[in-house]
């Protein structure tokens, strides 16, 4: 019930603060500080339509699946021991590589990164590009307000220093929203520096958030000795599988046509610089030999589909 509430009060909180930064610069730079300056339309315009991508991917964060399990997916692993080690005995389904049970959502999701509370949502296959993006335009956002109602943060130590001097009055209230719209700004700009830092590198290198704590706890315990990632294929094809393959699509908070994940989710090409993995892969799932020259990420992702459904069809006939 507790953390229930904790998840409300968290969305409460974000979409509060969009708004009342929004109003806040609005108003200072509209009203108070600029009102005769040639650069405040084009000032307020940007800002508005950051702000808009902003509440857009925020949305589109919050409400797309992350990633569902198709039920009859697990009918086609090989290995029977292999089937032991990913079944969930919560949601009853075969785990495909890359997926884990999301005890706050209370299910399995496909390359699954983390959840998030500030979302009350998984980032996960569906959804993690939309998570990047809403990274990147609070980024954006807080600097864009940061500059305007920094500007306002020096008037009113102005009126400060004229009203001590007796020669101004003192908006007392005005001066103490001015100051928490820009403490807000300013945190969040710091904050979601380092955090949207932190998940492109992820991105760029193909992990997730729950990979890198795997790998990090395992080198603890010495059971990793190298930094070999297996789903590495290089950047430029690490940003499609994540983003898609329309470069205007990377920008904009839409699932257009080629702005979709690249792949299904479910079966991962592979990067075997490391010969002894190739014993633990299945023949059926794309290996990448090391050369970005050679693949093309469209050709595995139809290979992947192509595989994906052959194998769907025939356990449907063998389970009629």
Known sequence: MI??????FFIYFICFSIVFVY?????VVWIDLIGSSNYRIPYLLLFTILTALLGWSLFKTMFTD?????QNWGYFLNDPEQKKRKFCLICHIFKPERCHHCSACNRCVLNMDHHCP?????VGFQNRKFFMQMLFYVILDSYCAAIG???????EFENIMLFLNSEGDLHFIDGLLLLCAFGISCLASCLITMFFKFHLELVLSNRTTIENLEKKRNEETGQQNDDFNQYDLKPYYNWVQVFGMSKLSWFLPIQMEGGR???DGILWPKNHHNESLLLKDHASIPIYNGNGDNIQMQQYNNQLLHSNNQQFRSSSTQHQ
């Open 3 to 8: 953390k229930k509430y904790l998840n409300k």
């Open 66 to 70: 992350p990633g569902r399990v198709p």
């Open 261 to 263: 994940p690249v792949g």
């Open 149 to 155: 109602l920094g500007y306002g943060i020096y008037v």
């Open 23 to 27: 109003i806040v610069n609005v108003k």
């Open 118 to 122: 500030w979302i009350n949502n998984c």
